[in-house]
């Protein structure tokens, strides 16, 4: 009965899935933008945000989902891995709790391990998923090193979905409030993306 609902409202969903951008289209209207690449132009985005990293407290965003009995006697805490659905804002706010809805626009989605066995380093590979403003619905995927101990980390913007297809760039992250207490953190993202 449930399985027979579901795919009742899937099939009332469909015909009102969006038009006119790039937005959640069909295999079709995909292969057709890929064809007019030729006479799209490259641009360039910049964009500013802020991601809220609550490990503690009482609504985290962060959870550990894997670690060896290395990791918790290694000084790089190596093996250390966790999933986040961390707030992505255009402001700073140091809150610990969810943000006012209006300065939400995404969530930072994705894997973090500490990959390095000499010096603390994650390997990032997350989603920046916009859910407000021009770019709701796109995403951009960044795959990368990050050794969180400094001051500016350059990661790599690998690609990208919706406006972002084809999607290629950089996001340098820094790490700009710190609670140790409740084990979160505040991290902005300059990112400077080329796509068409
Ligand atoms: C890891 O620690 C647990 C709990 O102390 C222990 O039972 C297990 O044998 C350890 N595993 C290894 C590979 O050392
Ligand atoms: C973002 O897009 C989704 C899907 O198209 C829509 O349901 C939602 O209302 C949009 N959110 C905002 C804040 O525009
Ligand atoms: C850090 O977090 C703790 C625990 O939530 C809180 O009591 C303390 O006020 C916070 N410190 C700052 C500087 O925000």
């Not at 991601?51 to 965003?61: A, E, S, Y």
């Not at 350059?154 to 140790?180: C, D, K, Q, Y």
């Amino acid at each position: 009965m449930a399985e027979k609902l579901s795919f009742l409202i899937l099939a009332i969903a469909m015909p009102m899935m969006a038009h006119g951008n790039s937005i959640g289209e069909g295999p079709e209207a995909v292969q057709e933008w890929f064809k007019n690449l030729p006479n799209a132009k490259e641009k360039v985005t910049k964009l500013h945000l802020y991601m809220h990293d609550v490990i503690g407290g009482k609504n985290p965003t962060v959870i550990t989902v894997a670690q060896s009995n290395y990791s918790l006697n290694s000084p790089t805490m190596f093996g250390l891995t966790r999933m986040m659905d961390n707030a992505l804002t255009v402001g700073p706010d140091h809150e610990t709790e969810p943000q006012p809805e209006s300065n939400v626009i995404g969530r930072a989605q994705g894997i973090y391990g500490a990959a390095s066995m000499e010096e603390i380093g994650l390997l990032m590979t997350f989603n920046f998923v916009f859910t407000h403003g021009e770019y709701n619905g796109s995403t951009l995927s960044v795959l990368g090193h990050n050794p969180f101990l400094h001051r500016y980390r350059e990661m790599p913007v690998v690609g990208g979905s919706g406006v972002f297809r084809l999607a290629r760039g950089i996001a340098t992250a820094n790490t700009v409030w710190v609670n140790i207490t409740s084990q979160c953190a505040v991290i902005e993202y300059n990112v400077i993306v080329l796509h068409y």
